[in-house]
């Protein structure tokens, strides 16, 4: 499995963090739509770990600290040296009565309530629970999560949680656990771009998890905040590759573009970079997860799994021989961005 270093800025720390060029993304593991049976999970963390796989991510939200838990029984067997580990900040788990459990999209969750918090004390308290459900000293990469509109539910209440992040001290508290050596590099898990733009412009960061927000169907990214990233060496961790599922599933009924159904526009789309995929006999899937790896600033790729089955699959998808053709045909039909990298150029 190929190593891209995610480079740390101002040589703050004695080392890199190195990021397989695919990572486990552990929402799935949460129990994330539907229930997963814990041999399942652990066979598809060990199936990653024997494959080669050696970033993995996860977050308290993720099942209400299940993903944790389940990443700390395989972090046992693997070696805490052996991997790199990235966790989130922002949500304080509480404990609570049965009937004010906030699972959001997880099922069959412990008894425990979401209470955004963006603090100082929020974010050492946060840091500290996560140690403890993950049997870690520490994590090697910790990711403010979800201060964006999207997970926030608007503008106004995206813009209040990063004031709280500078104003109430979160930001310094990841700073001094960073200077500390506590941990490597920090950053920020969320579902924009333009709010990773916004952080970055503020402050000092390493690097940023952006899910669904540069793939196959989408490159805005590309107009300002990914030249600023490699403008500042900041490295983007590449989550939702498939849309929620349409550049998965293709243009079918019922199809998910970020977490609804696919409106026509995008049906429409897909259908064309299809189309495509026909000529050169290229599945789409295949072409969803090698496409982002062509950007420089892109050190890994992190599709989710629930089984070991699934892990390989994703593993043969990112061996996929592709054309070069394929990708000269995407760009010529403008179905990409004419200044989107490709995965030949990167090569």
Same mark, same amino acid.
């Given at each position: 499995m190929t &190593?891209? +270093?995610?480079? *740390?800025?101002n040589n703050r720390t004695s080392r890199d963090v190195r990021l397989t060029e695919m990572g486990f993304g552990g929402a799935p593991?949460?129990?994330?739509?539907?229930?997963v049976e814990e041999e399942d999970a652990q066979a598809a963390l060990q199936? +990653?770990?024997?494959?080669?796989?050696?970033?993995? %991510?996860?977050?308290?939200?993720?099942?209400l600290g299940r993903s944790e838990e389940r990443f700390g029984t395989a972090i046992r067997r693997f070696g805490r040296d052996n991997i790199e580990l990235s966790t989130k900040i922002g949500r304080l788990l509480l404990d609570c009565e049965p009937d004010e459990v906030t699972p959001e999209a997880f099922v069959d969750v412990p008894q425990k309530r979401i209470v955004f918090d963006y603090s100082y004390d929020g974010v050492m308290r946060s840091y500290e629970a996560s140690r403890e459900r993950l049997g870690v000293r520490r994590a090697d990469i910790l990711l403010i999560h %979800?201060?964006?509109?999207?997970s926030q539910g608007s503008q106004e209440a995206s813009d209040a949680k990063v004031r709280e992040l500078f104003d109430k001290g979160g930001y310094r508290a990841l700073? &001094?656990?960073? &200077?500390?050596?506590?941990?490597?590099?920090?950053?920020?898990?969320?579902?924009?771009?333009q709010v990773c733009q916004r952080l970055l412009e503020?402050?000092?960061?390493?690097?940023?998890?952006?899910?669904?927000?540069?793939? *196959?169907?989408?490159? @805005?990214?590309?107009?300002?905040?990914?030249?600023?990233? &490699?403008?500042? @060496?900041?490295?983007?961790? *590449?989550?939702?590759?498939?849309?929620?599922?349409?550049?998965?599933?293709?243009?079918?009924?019922?199809?998910?573009?970020?977490?609804?159904d696919a409106p026509p526009e995008i049906l429409d789309?897909?259908?064309?970079?299809?189309?495509?995929?026909?000529?050169h006999q290229v599945r789409l899937i295949a072409a969803a997860l090698q496409f982002v790896l062509g950007h420089p600033s892109i050190k890994t790729v992190i599709p989710g799994a629930?089984?070991?089955?699934?892990?390989?699959?994703?593993?043969?998808?990112?061996?996929?021989?592709?054309?070069? +053709?394929?990708?000269? %045909?995407?760009?010529?039909?403008d179905l990409i961005h004419p200044d989107a990298p490709l995965p030949e150029e990167h090569a």
């Open positions: &190593e891209l +270093a995610l480079r *740390l800025l593991l949460g129990n994330l739509y539907r229930k199936a +990653a770990y024997d494959a080669g796989i050696r970033y993995f %991510d996860t977050a308290p939200q993720y099942g %979800d201060v964006c509109a999207f700073s &001094e656990l960073r &200077e500390a050596g506590e941990i490597a590099a920090i950053g920020a898990g969320v579902n924009e771009w503020m402050a000092d960061f390493d690097c940023f998890l952006l899910a669904g927000r540069y793939t *196959l169907l989408e490159q @805005d990214a590309l107009e300002t905040f990914l030249p600023l990233c &490699e403008k500042r @060496d900041v490295g983007i961790i *590449l989550g939702g590759p498939y849309n929620s599922g349409i550049l998965a599933t293709g243009a079918v009924e019922g199809a998910k573009y970020n977490y609804a789309r897909v259908r064309k970079i299809e189309n495509v995929c026909i000529d629930v089984n070991a089955a699934q892990v390989t699959a994703n593993l043969q998808l990112l061996h996929t021989p592709i054309p070069a +053709a394929f990708w000269r %045909d995407l760009r010529a039909s």
